[in-house]
């Protein structure tokens, strides 16, 4: 009997002693900071940058202040600003966005900061293009079934210009987003489409007759050199973070089209 | 490691062509003797019955066993190539009366004996125990299991075979809900289920205490961790063979049982006394009524499962006709309004012919089953997929050149059904139907009276895939020449034509897709079939007359597994990308048997890593290949069950612990605005939840202890009564379930939960 007695007292206290392990779980990775969502843009005023606490859970409490320094840094001069709030609602979460009214000049590289009271701090980058790319189109007085060339003029990485094809219908603007591709000679990147294609990518009929006026549009983004360098997948694009943040800048070409021919 | 498996995988193609080559064909009669044994109690087969013949040595002058045998699930036992002569039959069982008979073979005869067994004094725990011990022959990556192994397991209504599973090492599920078990590394969908030779996809329950197999209703089961033969082809990581009861022949029995998480009734009785009988046993879960009111928190599951049997046997054929059906409904976490349901349905039958006019028995298993599988949100449109089939096996035996052959020829006409959302990019709803055709053939082939080599060789084939090779052997060394010791070592190919998708990341959910696999030869591209190699070593001693000792270490390597692709962001996902996966690991079990004390104890060490192509996988990883343990990479588990007999009581206890499994972190909340083309002042942005790396930490440790007393009242020779009182989970323990990355919830295990009931039966 005592030696049945022993071996449930030693049974117990075997299991009390697993029973006094740590059981606690931390579900988040101490490394998430923040978010960001914002970039840098040539011929903007202002910019808005979003930052987002990624422990804060999406909801009214948590989103109404965050515990952010943001500071942006011009490396070629040292000049710097710290970025002021702007808190904007949607819904019943508060997202914050940063201005800066910093000058924002080609071929140079920023850097953005976002401290935590605790020192903890997110850091990234971004450099702005090193020119403003010419835009040649070819050829020009084309109708609707006139294959169109629009070569960006120096740019040779295809994947640092990113263009839409915009025509004005019923008093709105459209814009069909058209691949671009890479020129076996001059290198540079272009874009090639026939308008009416272009206009059989979108939801509804429209004919080339039915179009407000005789002009097509070109929106293109320039991305700097490093806009896309350190990540694999488009949502972590800050080290250390998350979200997306970069320079850039946008510009918009027109051209000429006869639209008065109609076609079977 | 890929020399390793190559070397073995040479190996066992060697092995197989010396076997299967023209042998000299040792000095053998050729008269054949069949034994079938029947319990005179219910007039069922008794399955590892012994079955001796003794002649009479001349020069020695004294009887010695000239052949030896136990009986198979169908109580059979076949002699072949026996020597001309008169024999002294001897048939014995624990627990019945040794019978005894002359039995003269005349030259080239084939004889079909039926040998009735009455009820001996011994009582039923004295038969299992030794009739495992003359029955189990260890082999590597085998565990046989018998209802009163079932019975030792601590659960609410009475024992189960998914909760004694649970116990075994290298048996890891998911948590106490899903009805998922992944067994040496390999996932719930690579695993064969058989329930009398009928495949059936997933009978556990969606409270993984309890399963389609019952303790009243289970006569057998061989659980093959790996390694198995060709018989088995289909699945690339384990089998659980089970073999139901047949109704008793003799007489009717009935019960009910009614506790906090079960209602069940049976029926079972003979149509035609020693002829034909039938077999009915339903449960209902109650769990969603009684748990609330004892543990404070809502029970949303709920299931119920019936099995019918119709048993037919004559002199010289016996058939099962079999019907299982299965339903789960109910939601894994409480916090998320999703509704999963489950449901199997199982047709067939199975005969088996030992005719003296077939010169060997002959096997024939028909059936039909289905799978439905769905999930429901709330707030969503649901996901439903299925799998339905009809199958046509056939198994017979050939002697050639002084060996005998088995083989068989199976085939399977499927369909594969899913209706998916729009969230779902990659996998569209589809119907999909092929018709898939195996065979295999194996020896057995005896070296000496030391080493035994069984080799097999099997293949699939359909018309998307070009049939496959797989070779399997099975060697056993005995240095006692008797079954006391036994080193067995087990190594094959296995390939697996369809798949099961569950999106893993994300335990919230067992939703799984099955379609046709992979292998489809396209025009300029041809992806490989999921298969496996396998090797397995193990050690088997059964010490004294009361203690087994089982050692064994394993590894397997998983070829073209299809796994949920990565992606940071926390969404429902069941696209997959390919990756292989190698587990290796060992595991000790130590059995003790002497009434009234019974106990198990076993230790498991696994470890199991996955490795892709990061680009396939859609993770974020900057390395081109990731390498990465799944979420049942359990690395420690630890079992530990006792059973006492006093006073007319038993009182059953089991320990469990396991190390913690791998998780994925949360990396944060994110209201992500698709920049440059919108802006964070005007445009909302996108809520969603991120992922860190995948699996790149350990939830806690898992332990348990549950507990059981039960006692039984005999209130007249045909009526008696048992009580059971227990608790799961004693000591309260928070064992973490997951983490739930849409709700923010940890989500814990079953808390403390004592159960009762009672069970009424009329004999």
Known sequence: ?264 | MNYFFSIFYILSVCVLCIVVMPVRAEAQGDASLRVLVISEDDGNPIPGANVLLFSYDEKQQKEEIAYAGATNNDGLQEFNSVVSGEYRLVVRFIGYKTHQERVNLEKGELKVLKVTLSLGVETLDNIYIEAERDVTVGEVGLRKISAIDIGKIPTPGAGDLVSYLQTLPGVITSGDRGGQLFIRGGTPFQNMILVDNLPVIKPFHISNMFSAFPQEAVQSVDMYAGGFGAKYLGRTSAVIDVTLRPGNMKRYVSSASLGTHLLSLHLEGPVETDKKSFFIFGRKSLMEQTIPPITGNDAEIGFYDIIARYSFRSNNVSCNITGLRTYDRGQISRYRDIDLTWSNTVMGGRCLAYHEIFKEPVEFTIGYTDFRNSENPLDGMGLSAGISQIYFNFDHRFEMLGKIFNYGIGTRFVKYTAELNERFTQIQSFLERQGIVDAYVSTEWELNEHFVIQSSLGSQMSLANIPTLEPRLRISYRPDVNDDQEISLAAGRYYQIETGITDQRDAGTVFTVIRSGYGKITSNYKKPLQNALHLLLGYNNNIGNHWDLNIGVYAKKYISIPVSKWSPVATVNIETALANGLAYGFDALIEYNKNPFQFFMTYGWSKVRYKADSGNLGAWIKAPVFEFSPAHDRRHKFNVVANYQFSGFKASVSWGYGSGKPFTQIFGFDLSVNIPTRYPTTDPGTARTLYSRPYGERLPDYHRLDISLEKSFQINPQWSIKAEVGAINVYNRSNIFYFDANTLQRINQTPLMPFISIKTQFN
């Open chain 1, 1 to 264: 009997m005592a030696s049945k007695n022993s071996l449930i007292v030693t049974f117990i206290i075997f299991i009390g002693m697993f029973a006094s392990c740590d059981n606690s779980l931390d579900a988040f990775d101490e490394r998430g900071l923040y978010s960001v969502h914002g970039y840098l843009g040539i011929f903007k005023e202002s910019n808005y940058i979003r930052i987002k606490e990624l422990r804060s859970p999406l909801v009214p409490d948590s989103t109404r202040a965050i515990d952010a320094t943001v500071t942006l840094q011009n490396l070629r001069t040292g000049e710097s600003e710290i970025l002021q709030d702007s808190v904007v609602q949607f819904d019943d979460i508060y997202t914050h966005n940063f201005r800066t009214t910093l000058d924002i000049v080609l071929e140079t590289t920023y850097r953005l900061m976002v401290e935590r009271s605790d020192g903890h701090t997110l850091k990234a980058t971004a450099t702005m293009p090193p020119f403003i790319a010419q835009t040649k189109i070819m050829p020009t007085g084309g109708n609707c079934l006139t294959y169109i060339k629009v070569t960006f003029i120096p740019v040779k990485d295809r994947k640092l210009i990113r263009s839409f094809v915009g025509f004005s219908y019923k008093k709105r603007m459209y814009w069909v987003s058209w691949p671009e591709a890479r020129d076996a000679d001059t290198k540079f990147t272009y874009l090639y489409f026939r308008p009416q294609t272009v206009l059989e990518r979108t939801p509804f009929s429209i004919a080339c007759g039915d179009l407000d006026t005789d002009s097509l549009y070109i929106k293109y983004y320039h991305y700097g050199p490093d806009y896309f360098d350190d990540t694999v997948d488009d949502t972590l694009r800050v080290p250390g973070g998350a979200g997306e943040f970069g320079g850039l800048y946008q510009k918009i070409v027109s051209f000429h089209i006869d639209t008065s021919h109609i076609f079977d």
